[in-house]
């Protein structure tokens, strides 16, 4: 499905601390955000990775699972999961996302799951806190959502909030139905605080609404109502990549 695309230098700039790498088009930005997470793994490949899901992972995971990298050692951990989804029978489970797309195809042995069906969502927070805290991820993954969520860490969230049951946004939840996938209120999910312990930090986004979100939350306080907001911290800020196309780029550039 997807060929090998014609390399092409990013135009290079910071915002607003951010170092930011603007290609062309979502696939250009999508396989250069996929070698950036190879570079990780060949660098060490027994990194700790913190793995996104959803669309914009899609075409990254995709190149990833096709760089042939060797992540038979990485250890793998994710990011967050709806309240109530099964990783066997639900196909919005971003569990059975990571299993299909990347844990299966990369062999990777060393996975750390959520589980989205515990009987006490509160417990498995804290289960989950207990394996997220043992040690910072090499490389923490994101995307960016309505409001300028991160993971599902939505608007007016604190920054020192650790693995949590997050009452969905209004917003979110419209999408998902939008999306076709059935509702869902809570989901369990990384905090502010977990995502910024990373040693690397990338966000990844194509297209002028998340260009807007991510614009929201650069121009704005620094201040849990602006999510994304957070990564503008000055001890997190030099950790950060931003891997975006030119449609969102546009957006943050006229800033
Ligand atoms: P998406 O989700 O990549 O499916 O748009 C990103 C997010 O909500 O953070």
Not at 85 to 101: G, I, K, M, N, T
Not at 117 to 131: F, G, L, N
Not at 198 to 205: D, E, F, T, Y
Request: proline content about 7%.
């Amino acid at each position: 499905m997807h060929e090998r695309i014609v390399d092409l230098p990013p135009h290079e700039y910071t915002a607003e601390g951010l170092r930011c790498f603007e290609y062309v088009d979502r696939e250009h930005t999508a396989a250069a955000a996929a070698q950036f997470i190879a570079q990780t793994i060949h660098h060490d490949p027994q990194a700790l990775i913190t793995f996104a899901t959803g669309g914009t992972m899609e075409p990254v995971l995709a190149y990833l699972s096709q760089s042939g990298v060797n992540a038979s050692d990485v250890q793998a951990q994710h990011l967050d999961e709806y309240v109530g989804a099964h990783p066997d029978y639900d196909p919005e489970s971003f569990v059975r996302f990571l299993r299909q797309r990347v844990f299966s195809p990369l062999r990777i042995q060393y996975t750390h799951e959520l589980n989205g069906m515990a009987a006490s969502p509160e417990a498995e927070a804290e289960r989950y806190e207990a394996v997220v805290s043992t040690r910072p991820a090499d490389l923490v993954i994101l995307g960016i959502g309505p409001g300028g969520h991160i993971a599902f860490n939505e608007v007016d969230t604190p920054f020192d909030l650790g693995v949590h049951v997050q009452q969905l946004a209004p917003e979110t939840i419209q999408r998902d139905i939008l999306r076709g996938q059935p509702r869902r209120d809570q989901a369990l999910t990384q905090g502010p605080r977990n995502i910024i312990a990373g040693k690397q930090i990338m966000l990844v986004l194509y297209g002028d609404q998340k260009g807007k979100w991510l614009a929201d939350c650069l121009t704005g306080p620094i201040d849990p109502h602006y999510p994304a907001s957070v990564l503008r911290l000055p001890n997190v800020t030099p950790r950060v990549t931003v891997f975006l196309d030119q449609a969102a780029g546009r957006i943050l550039r006229s800033c």
